[in-house]
């Protein structure tokens, strides 16, 4: 990809795409009685999946950009005395229990909860909703933390995949991020995690990290293949510290430039696809046996708020403080602050602050966007019909995809759009296309590279 084009597109600021609109969107319009509302008019002969959210770490990483807190025993002892009063108050008005596809626990690090809490939790939680054969439970684990115990309960608890952050193994790197992580703690994770018998581990790396380098995320990429996970997620470290202020202890000068990070994110991915591993969307890699690439090869990749997934269910509830969730209706989001979000469930009301009703032109653009995210492809004219929409509106008068066409990153037949191979990192800049909200809140959001 030439320089110029890189420069021009890999420093704008744009959305991820784990859904549309995005939550810079939500409006407090949509609150606790609007989320009630749609969980009562909810239809009970779909699955649906969870998503919890455990805000404690036991140290903070500087690049996180997650919503999290140091964690104290007892600020996690009551947090989880309203997280199990949320699981009531949201069974209750669906009336009976909603079939689980999948669940989810992120973070935060959830197993700071220890083993005991962890095992009751999911415990609650069958008794709440209704848990299949085939339900499919993923929970995020910091290596450095884990211990055989844990991965014991996990295995026990019907844990079906582990997501283990590594980040990086270069010790400079590690020191600018404030998480020291030897590549020996990285090993004994993964061996306590398949002897308790979870079937699925994921590793997430990261580039664009302060002080690295393209040889670095070589090496720690050479070394995670060691391990043999059976997914990777690799993501862009996103600078926003005017949202995350402890980002500002990093040093912004040891940041990579955009050219730079394509450069990182390509090796990364050279050497991953060179091992065997199918490449999945912007950021994820899976072996040829795993469901995600299975999903991808039939065309029934999806994109949520845990990235790319086999995940298919319409509704998405979220627990916890700052979890999103999506109904029929739309988006609903709970109170970001733990505090703040245990007061509202005292009080017996859902925790919904902020949310966003879905218009029928809002489900259009979100399916192209989804499309896009996950093929790397989208026919603009079948998906405006299907929504009753005309194409004509999507696609002429369109300056953003006028100026991809132009600069060769894509390929437009007709209103089928197609990224070439050399422009795949730019393609939340080809999405941006078909967001009618992105210059509202652009600021939010990281670069594209």
Known sequence: MQSALIEKYGDERLPRYTSYPTSPCFSPDVDDSTYENWLTAMSLEKAASLYVHIPFCPSICWYCGCHTTNARNSSIANYLRMLREEVRLVAARTGA????????FGGGTPTTMGPRKVFELIEL????????????????????????????????????????GVQTF???????????????????????LRRARIASINFDLMYGLPNQTVQSCIETTKAAIEMAPDRFAVFGYAHVPSFKKHQRLIDEAALANARSRISQAKAISEYLVAAGYRRIGIDHFARPHDSLATAQTNGQLHRNFQGYTTDACETLIGLGSSA?????????QNEVLPNRYAKRIASGRLATTKGWRLSAEDRMRASIIERLMCDFQVDVPALAVTYGFDPHALLN?????SMLESDGIIENAGGIIRLREEGRFLIRAVAAAFDAYVRESRRCYSKTA
């Open 324 to 332: 999103i969730g999506r109904i029929p209706g739309g988006y609903v």
């Open 97 to 104: 229990p909603v079939r689980i596809d999948h669940l989810h």
């Open 125 to 164: 939680l069958h008794k709440h909703f209704e848990f299949t054969g085939s339900t499919q439970i993923a929970l995020e684990i910091d290596p450095r933390t884990l211990d055989q115990e844990m991965a014991t309960v996990l295995g026990e608890a019907g844990v079906h995949r582990a997501s283990v």
């Open 170 to 192: 270069d010790p400079a790197v590690q020191r600018a991020i404030n998480r020291i992580q030897s590549e020996e703690q990285t090993m004994e994770a993964v061996f306590q």
């Open 397 to 401: 008068g369109n300056p953003r995809l």
